[in-house]
């Protein structure tokens, strides 16, 4: 069929030419219709074109029928490469199919597979077990009560607070007394009336 399809294309193109040198003639003969002023000539003329005409009319029909039959040559080898190309991917398809049957009886054992997961779920018990027991706090005694904690830290509090009440503070630590607002300035002598005022 490809070999078919090459021989039209050739065909084809030969026609082209033929087509192409008729119409090189056709123009010459128009020009000379435009040209010639007798009658008889002019008339010779004109059926010497008619007859190019009718012979470029009679490749072009060939040229249109060898590219039908071309186009269905064409058409045929594409379907059967198609038919090719669904045919192999059937049977990689049958051969997918008939490897995996095989690693499923022999590799792939739904009952190994499901022994598999539970082990693998009691070892992630077992994981979960030694990490608690490995995070437990050895120091506090688990009979030890919450509220015999929380008394005992209130006591603290408590003696915490006598601790700090019995603390004297050092003289050259305490805040001298000062008056709430200055009475006057030094060596000025406040009027008795004012004085009481701000007293």
Known sequence: LGDASDGM?????????????????LKGYKDKLKTTK?????????????????????????????????????????????????????????????????????????????????????????????????GQNFATPEDIDEADLEAELDML???LEEDLAETETPSYLQEPQLPAQPTGLPGVQVPAEEEALNA
């Open 9 to 25: 294309d050739k065909r084809v193109g030969g026609i082209d030419n033929k087509i192409a040198s008729l119409d090189k003639e």
């Open 157 to 159: 509090d408590d003696e």
């Open 38 to 134: 007798n009658p008889a000539a002019k008339k010779q003329i004109q059926k010497r074109a008619m007859d190019v005409l009718k012979r470029k009319r009679m490749y072009e029909k060939q040229r249109d029928q060898v590219q039908a039959q071309q186009f269905n040559v064409d058409q045929a080898q594409f379907n059967i490469e198609s038919a090719k190309a669904t045919v192999s991917t059937v049977a990689a398809m049958k051969q997918a199919n008939s490897e995996l049957k095989g690693m499923m009886k022999k590799d792939l054992n739904i009952d190994d597979v499901d022994d598999i997961t539970d082990d693998l779920a009691d070892l992630m018990y077992d994981m979960d077990e030694i990490n608690e027991a490995l």
